[in-house]
């Protein structure tokens, strides 16, 4: 049977859609058919590798698939950014998100566009921000800290660097409460604690971690306010930003979750979706959150979180430029 020539061109586009779409790794259902890479933008044995590396076991059992921890530690976490959009969009490169996304283009710049090159898939925590002082300090309530910061210009705040979350917190709660700071930047939470300890720093932000918790209860540190809504778990006696009538700009948790590079197919981002939620809340994955002093915040949607991340990345940028705030 002969057809014309443009009847032959259509019946031959059309099989070749078909064929296509047989052949495409995009149906959720032949998904994750080989191991699945977790990429982690930093070093291994921190808050965020041990998340990674506790959900990632827990996730690859409902994926039928074991899930490989990438540590590509450096430039902020922004090398593992590069290296997720840089893999084709197909699922098998997944990467650990948290606030540094949304903080890093403004901070740093970024060779990819985070409006339009990320698809967040899933929440899995929210990591509480910490108001502390000297366990023997003079300073007793964040009405105390307002207080000395007013008159006496130049209250000491330190932090783990230019452009981390303790570093943030700060400016959010100088520009809110008037309240003038000198920042003091360390290497890393670690040091800056020590120094806070030390009666060297008036103040700190800090998120909330095992580590923290431990200096908390020795008394070596103590902690004034929650910078969020509500009280944590962890420190139930601690009130919250929100109970003392601090002003909801001063708010900050930082998060952390899963993404993967835009045009990832749909479906597929669902089903991680799906399988990340229920990994991080089986009792193993839900416990080591709990012991890292975060809290289990797992997110309806793929879409839901990309509103998070969205909005975050607005917020974040706005602060950084309003403070020109720049990396070491």
């Known amino acids: 049977m002969k057809f014309p020539f443009r009847r032959r061109l259509a ?4 099989a070749a859609c078909l064929l296509g779409a047989a052949a495409t790794p995009s149906q959720a259902g032949a998904w994750p058919e080989r191991p699945v890479t977790l990429y982690v933008g930093f070093a291994p044995g921190g808050a ?5 590396r506790v959900l990632g076991e827990e996730l690859g059992k409902r994926l039928g698939q074991r899930v490989v921890i990438e540590n590509k530690s450096g430039a902020g976490g922004n090398l593992a950014t590069q290296a997720v959009v840089s893999q084709p969009a197909d699922g098998y490169s997944v990467l650990l998100a948290a606030i540094n996304l949304a903080t890093n283009p ?3 710049g970024v060779k990819y566009d985070p ?7 899933a929440q899995v925590t929210s990591v509480p921000v910490v108001m502390l002082v000297p366990a023997a300090g003079r300073l007793k309530t964040p009405a105390d800290v307002i207080a000395a910061g007013r008159i006496e210009p130049g209250l000491k705040v330190g932090s783990g660097g230019n452009g981390t979350s303790s570093h943030l917190a700060a400016e959010l709660f100088s520009r809110a409460e008037k309240v003038r700071i000198l920042h003091v930047p360390y290497r890393g939470g670690a040091p800056a604690n020590q120094a ?7 103040l700190m932000f800090d998120l909330m971690s095992g580590s923290l918790k431990s200096l ?5 540190i103590r902690p004034l306010a929650v910078m969020q809504d509500s009280r944590i778990a962890t420190l139930p006696n601690v009130p919250s930003a ?6 909801s700009s001063t708010h900050i948790r930082s998060w952390q979750g899963l993404a993967v590079r835009s045009g990832t197919p749909a479906d597929i981002v669902d ?8 990994a991080a809340s089986s009792p193993q994955v839900r416990e080591r959150i709990e012991q890292l002093g975060s809290e289990l915040t797992t997110s309806r949607s793929p879409a839901e979180f990309q509103q998070l991340y969205r909005a975050e990345l607005v917020r974040w940028t706005g602060i950084i430029k309003a403070a020109n705030i720049r990396t070491e």
């Open 11 to 14: 019946l031959g586009a059309a």
């Open 48 to 52: 965020a590798d041990i998340v990674a």
């Open 106 to 108: 403004a901070l740093m």
């Open 115 to 121: 409006a339009t090159d990320l698809q967040m898939v």
């Open 196 to 202: 806070l300890m030390g009666g060297e720093l008036d």
């Open 216 to 220: 908390i209860d020795g008394q070596r």
């Open 242 to 247: 929100k109970e003392l009538g601090l002003d």
């Open 271 to 278: 089903k991680l979706h799906a399988a990340t939620v229920a």
